[in-house]
């Protein structure tokens, strides 16, 4: 089985091969944010060692790829989503279904948040990237489906994923937040936006499917209003959120 290395190993990694050798290096504290190492305790600050004409990392990483000035959402999931087997197939089973527009949209992008910015709490985060371009019934289901999947609903069939009990543990129980977020979505008007979201979730593990994010350009087209400044550069409220999937271990 191939293991993805982490970013910091991919850091070590680079520096076996002179990463000190470059004008621009990546200051280890910069992996703050990314859970990769506890802020309380003290690391060497590289900042603080620069040799001379070196300078830290203020753009973009060499060990990504890189983005257009004006990047799309088609950009993003391209090159740094990639790859975004999970959401195309629950997208694709959604669209199968019969689902509506709004609905395949939601599956789509339901799990942004977890391929290319962060995982905990990723419905959040997920909603909140997309709030500004999107429905706000596709956004308030992203959201949603945080709290949905840990709840079964058997008028759609949807049990709690057995995969769950393997991941968590038998006696896992979802953080009081989180019951309540469920309680009050069970009553909302758009309630099974969202479940639908967590139907189509479950069976989109196939590695085998073939599934193409050329499909959904239409349904995009129609469900995700594109800046023409780029996503990042629109000044919107979560400009800077994409801007930092673009440029995750810029300096300041
Ligand atoms: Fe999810
Ligand atoms: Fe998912």
Redesign the pocket.
């Known amino acids: 089985m191939t293991v993805t290395p982490t970013l910091s190993e991919r850091a070590d990694e680079l520096e076996h091969r002179q990463i000190a050798a470059l004008e621009r290096i990546v200051d280890p504290s910069v992996l703050f944010t990314s859970g990769e190492r506890d802020p309380t305790v003290p690391i060497p600050m590289r900042f603080n060692t620069l040799k001379s004409g070196q300078h830290v990392l203020m753009g973009d990483d060499p060990r990504l790829k890189k983005m257009p000035a004006k990047p799309t959402l088609t950009n993003f999931f391209r090159r740094r989503f990639a790859p975004a087997n999970h959401l195309l197939q629950s997208a694709t089973h959604a669209l199968k279904a019969g689902m509506n527009e709004k609905v395949v949209t939601a599956c789509l992008l339901?799990?942004i948040a977890?391929l290319g910015f962060i995982r905990s709490d990723?419905?959040y985060w997920g909603a909140q990237l997309v709030a500004p371009y999107v429905d706000e019934e596709v956004s308030w289901a992203i959201r949603a489906?945080?709290a949905l999947?840990f709840y079964p609903d058997e008028s759609v069939g949807y049990d709690y994923p057995d995969q769950y009990v393997k991941l968590f543990g038998a006696d896992y129980k979802p953080e009081p937040y989180i019951e309540e977020a469920y309680k009050r979505a069970r009553r909302h008007k758009w309630y099974m936006t969202a479940r639908m979201i967590t139907v189509y979730?479950i069976y989109s593990f196939d590695p085998d499917a073939t599934v193409s994010f050329d499909e959904f350009t239409d349904i995009l087209g129609r469900n995700f209003r594109q800046p023409e400044e780029g996503l990042g550069f629109d000044d919107s409220p979560v400009a800077h959120m994409w801007r930092t999937i673009i440029w995750p271990t810029k300096f300041l």
């Open positions: 339901h799990d977890i990723h419905g489906h945080q999947r979730d």
